[in-house]
Structures are given as C-alpha cells and as structure tokens.
C-alpha cells in the first residue's frame, strides 16, 4: 500500500534496541547528556543559568546564536541551567507527589492522573516536558489533597463515628 513505509518504521524502531547507532537520535540523545553533564559538574550549585543559554552549542552548529542549548532531556536542561538547586525546586512537586501516593489511600481519578503525571519521570530522560504536563501535575496535586481532606471530613448525619464531645457539639449548635 505505502513502498518503504515499513523499512522506514523498521528502521526507527531500531533506534530503541541501539541508541548508540551512529547518526541516530538515541546517539545524539547520548553525546548531549555527556557534553552537558561535564559542563554541569563546573557549576553543580546553580548551574550556568543565562550565561548557559548564550553560549556556543558544543555538539553542533547550525542552531542560531544565543537560542539555547535545544535539550532533548529534562534532567540534564534543569541540571545544565539551574543546577542541583534548581533541579530539586522543579522536581519537587513529582517527589511530593510520590510521597503522597505511597502514604495514602488514593481514589480511582487520583490515580490515573497520578500514573500519567510519574510517567513523565520516564518521558524526561527523552524529551524536556512541555507547559502543559505541569498543569496536569497541578490538577493531581489538587486531586490528591482533595483526596486527603475527604478522610478528614465529618459526616455529621452519621452518628456512630463522631466522638461523644462532637455529638454535644452538634447537640447545642442545633438547640441554638
């Protein structure tokens, strides 16, 4: 039906079971994250910040000047420009997130749209995650408080689990 367009999968396919093919994505993917990373550990504290973005590109040529270094990953662009510290201030909310779900008990919404926001912890060794994933991880954030206070709220039509002092409470909020 197409000629070529399964040579041409094939051949990208490929790329997954040898990143390191020459002139293959995953072999760029590679030369960055080493040329990066050595960069990184001359500034490890803040990273290269403004000074990063206005450099020449070490790998290759034909970007324009002062455009960025274009990562292809999220962990080396945030170590490479802001560095360990600003590396935990953008993670952080993931981690906060994984805290949250191992400590609690979460409701079906909160954790499918957990698994899609710690998905991107795979995601981010490929690709640097776009504007609209920090939403999604906004949204869980909300889900999994959300969450959390449903388990503290009272339900003032069930007697059997409040306390005896809450059951007065409620007794004289009524009389009054």
Known sequence: MFPG????FADRF?????PGKEEST???RVEQRETYFKLFLERPIFGWTF???????PLVDWWPKYS?????????EMLFY????????????LFYLIYKATSKKLTEQTIII???????????FSYVLPLIYWGHVGLCLYYIEKDEAGENEVDMNNDEKLLPRQKRALREISYN
């Open 5 to 8: 367009i399964t040579d041409f």
């Open 51 to 57: 000074e990063g973005f206005e450099m020449d590109n």
């Open 26 to 28: 995953g072999r760029f």
């Open 82 to 93: 802001q560095g360990i510290v600003g590396f935990f201030v953008k993670f952080s909310f």
């Open 14 to 18: 490929s790329e997954i079971f040898d």
């Open 68 to 76: 960025g270094q274009h990562f292809h990953e999220s962990y080396m």
């Open 114 to 124: 957990l698994s899609f926001c710690l998905s991107g912890l795979l995601f981010s």
